[in-house]
């Protein structure tokens, strides 16, 4: 009996140092809970979710000293951050200031507004540069640049998509992206694809699926990571041989954030497990 106990002690013993750490490569994106309560009650709800990473959200109207509170009390640390653009440029040393005293040195330009989105293939190459420059003065100061793209930076220009005239006129170290495979997808273009064709390039992927017409209509069809469209089982294995980083859950718009972000979580995490295994 007692060789019995020991054996089967060693094998769960073996078991747990076997299997992968995989929640170092997991985060929350903060957006997914921007209307859960008060960003106290957000940081909670990520912590009780099982996360131990976070990607914020500018500074969710706190100064350094209470975030840094509100992270450490929910023992989470920031992989990154959303900026705007304009406010890196205008702010700079302020947003530089701010990151680095959360902990953070990752920034990632999430959006254009329509009316400043480029038409061309050269207004993408000029934005690009635009980038490139910024992402060269952040790695002085001991930042990353990361670009985030929605489904716009999939139209062809010349038989090229605006994320690889972003990816061309751009140096690998100056900046990164930040794929959400998701919006890649809508546009029409395959994540795996693009995963290959970059290796390095990009540093994370926001991890939420798509839904069909009829289905989570009010979420703007999108659904938890794995019960949706996408081909998984694809994008992780092609996302780990580029070089990923991070695989961080994002719902755009759920109607029950605490459904979304713990069915992604508990989806996403058993995949890289099986992937680690």
Do not use: C
Not at 67 to 95: D, F, G, I, W
Request: charged share 25%.
């Amino acid at each position: 009996m007692k060789k019995f106990l020991l054996a089967a002690t060693l094998f769960a013993s073996f078991s747990a140092a076997s299997a992968p750490n995989v929640e170092n490569e997991i985060a929350l994106q903060m957006y997914t809970l921007r209307n859960v309560g008060t960003p106290a009650e957000q940081f909670a709800m990520a912590h009780k979710a099982g996360f131990e990473h976070v990607e914020v959200v500018g500074n969710h109207g706190l100064n350094a000293g209470q975030m840094k509170s509100l992270l450490a009390e929910n023992k989470l640390t920031v992989t990154s951050s959303h900026e705007q653009l304009s406010a890196l440029e205008t702010r700079y040393q302020q947003t530089v200031d701010f990151n680095k005293a959360i902990g953070n040195s990752t920034i990632v330009v999430p959006w254009i507004e329509p009316k400043d989105r480029p038409d061309s293939a050269k207004g993408w190459a000029d934005y690009a540069q635009r980038l490139d420059k910024l992402g060269a003065k952040l790695r002085h100061d001991g930042m990353q640049l990361a670009y985030h793209n929605h489904n716009f930076e999939m139209k062809k220009y010349d038989g090229v998509t605006a994320l690889e005239i972003i990816f061309n006129h751009s140096k690998a170290e100056n900046l990164k992206l930040e794929m959400d495979a998701a919006w890649v997808s809508r546009g029409g273009q395959d994540p795996a694809r693009i995963l290959k064709a970059y290796p390095g390039r990009v540093y994370a992927i926001h991890a939420k699926d798509n839904a069909s017409i009829g289905i989570r209509d009010d979420e703007m069809n999108f659904a938890p990571l794995g019960e949706g469209l996408l081909d998984w089982s694809t994008i992780l294995p092609a996302a780990k041989a580029s070089g990923v980083k991070w695989f961080i859950i994002e719902h755009d718009k759920p109607k029950d954030a605490w459904s979304i972000i713990t069915t992604s979580h508990q989806n996403l995490r058993a995949a890289l497990e099986k992937l680690g295994e």
